[in-house]
């Protein structure tokens, strides 16, 4: 069984994170909340895709459900203050 942290360094491993957090408690279905500088000029469906593409196989075989929130850094210090 896949455990949310597992899922973070899967992530983190191929996507530059400046803040992750996943929550998943049955180890096939999980929420996200990303926050990279790579989504910045990326629309959500791209930012998305940078995602699943940093995950590969794993959406298909390990994952059942990834619910996910992206952020730029910016959008990230805009939704914190």
Not at 57 to 68: C, F, G, P, Q, Y
Request: contains cysteine; charged residues 20%.
């Amino acid at each position: 069984m896949l455990s949310a942290q597992q899922l973070e360094s899967y992530i983190t491993q191929h996507l530059a994170c400046d803040h992750i957090k996943v929550h998943g408690d049955d180890g096939t279905h999980f929420e996200a909340v990303i926050v990279s500088p790579e989504f910045n000029g990326k629309n959500m469906v791209q930012q998305h895709q940078l995602v699943y593409a940093a995950l590969g196989d794993r959406m298909r075989s390990e994952i059942h459900a990834l619910s996910m929130k992206t952020y730029t850094p910016e959008q990230w210090k805009n939704k914190l203050n």
